[in-house]
C-alpha cells in the first residue's frame, strides 16, 4: 500500500519543489539571454543584482548564492583558459574581471553567512580592485560580526598593500573575537614591527594554507610557501658558489665539485648531484653568473 502525505508534508514538498523550480528557472533564463561569444564583447553581463534576485527567489537565497559563487568561478577560469599564458590567481589584472567583484557581491548579498565568496574575495579581488575587495569584506563582517577569519583576510588585503598599520588593526579586532586563535593577536604585533619581511609572509602562507576552504587558494599559498623556500634555498646556494669561487678562482664546472660541501648539509639532489628545489626540480647552474637558478620549467614561482 502506497503512503499517502500528510497534508503537511504535501504543502512542505511544495514549496521545495516550488523553490527549485524557481532557481532553475533563473538560471535558464539567464542562460537563454547570455550575449553569444564574439570577439567583440569583452564580457558578459551581470543581468540581476543580488538585492533583485533575493525577491524572486522565494525564500531559496541559499541556492541562489551558490549559483552566483559558481558563476564567479566559472567566469575566472574561463577567462584564465582563454588567456593562454601564466597568470597567478593573486594577479588577475590582465584578464580584466570587471564582474567578478558583482558576482562575490549578489553570492554575498544572497547569503550573506556564505564564508567561501568572502575568502575568494580577500585573495583574489585585491589583483583586480582592492577597494572593492575591502568593501565586500567589511560588508562580511558587519554581516557576521563574531567571524574572526573574516578580520584574517582583511588583515592579508591590507599586508599585501603595504599598510602595515592597517593590516595590523584588522588582526588585533579579529583577535579580540572569543574563539579567534592565538596568533592572531601575534600577527598584530608581526605588522606593527616587521610587516614587510619574508618571515612574516611565510607565516602569512602557512596560516592561509591551513585556514582556506577554497582549493584554489591552498594551491596559491603552497606556491607561495614553495617560493620563498626557494629563494632562502638559493641565497644558500649563492654564498655556497661564491665560496668555491673565492677558492678556486673560478665556477664549478657541475654540481658534482661542490659534493664536498654538500654531503654534511644534507641537501636534497638528484643522481647527477644537483640541488632540487621546493618542488623537486633540480637547480641550474648559471656559469655565466656562477649562480643557482630556478628551471624555467619548475613549478616553483619565479620571484
Not at 592561509?208 to 646556494?237: C, F, I, P, T, W
Not at 659534493?259 to 647552474?285: I, K
Request: charged share 20%.
Amino acid at each position: 500500500m502506497m503512503n499517502k502525505l500528510s497534508g503537511r508534508d504535501g504543502v512542505l514538498l511544495s514549496i521545495i519543489l516550488i523553490g527549485v523550480a524557481s532557481v532553475v528557472g533563473l538560471s535558464q533564463w539567464l542562460d537563454s539571454h547570455r550575449p553569444a561569444n564574439s570577439a567583440t564583447v569583452e564580457d558578459e553581463q551581470l543581468y540581476l543584482t543580488g538585492t533583485t534576485v533575493r525577491r524572486v527567489c522565494l525564500g531559496f537565497n541559499g541556492l541562489a548564492a551558490d549559483w552566483y559563487w559558481m558563476r564567479s568561478l566559472q567566469y575566472v577560469g574561463g577567462k584564465l583558459l582563454n588567456a593562454h599564458q601564466g597568470i597567478g590567481l593573486d594577479n588577475l589584472s590582465p584578464l580584466n574581471l570587471k564582474l567578478l567583484a558583482p558576482l562575490l557581491d549578489a553570492a554575498t548579498t544572497l547569503d550573506p553567512e556564505f564564508m567561501e565568496p568572502y575568502e575568494y574575495a580577500a585573495i583574489i579581488l585585491p589583483g583586480v580592485n582592492v577597494a572593492d575587495a575591502i568593501r565586500i569584506i567589511n560588508k562580511g563582517i558587519a554581516a557576521n560580526p563574531s567571524a574572526w577569519r573574516l578580520y584574517q583576510h582583511l588583515g592579508y588585503i591590507y599586508w599585501q598593500q603595504k599598510t602595515f598599520s592597517a593590516a595590523a588593526d584588522a588582526y588585533g579586532r579579529g583577535a579580540a573575537i572569543p574563539g579567534a586563535p592565538p596568533w592572531m593577536q601575534a600577527m598584530k604585533a608581526k605588522m606593527l614591527d616587521e610587516g614587510g619581511s619574508p618571515d612574516t609572509a611565510r607565516e602569512i602562507y602557512v596560516h592561509m594554507y591551513q585556514e582556506a576552504k577554497d582549493d584554489q587558494v591552498k594551491e596559491m599559498a603552497r606556491r607561495h610557501l614553495m617560493r620563498l623556500d626557494s629563494v632562502n634555498e638559493r641565497d644558500g646556494l649563492r654564498k655556497i658558489l661564491a665560496a668555491y669561487q673565492s677558492r678556486s678562482g673560478r665556477c664549478p664546472e657541475s654540481w658534482k665539485d661542490l659534493e664536498p660541501v654538500f654531503r654534511p648539509l644534507r641537501l636534497r639532489r638528484d643522481a647527477s648531484g644537483a640541488p632540487l628545489d621546493p618542488a623537486g626540480t633540480p637547480y641550474v647552474l648559471n656559469h655565466a653568473k656562477c649562480e643557482g637558478e630556478l628551471d624555467p620549467k619548475s613549478e616553483v614561482p619565479p620571484n
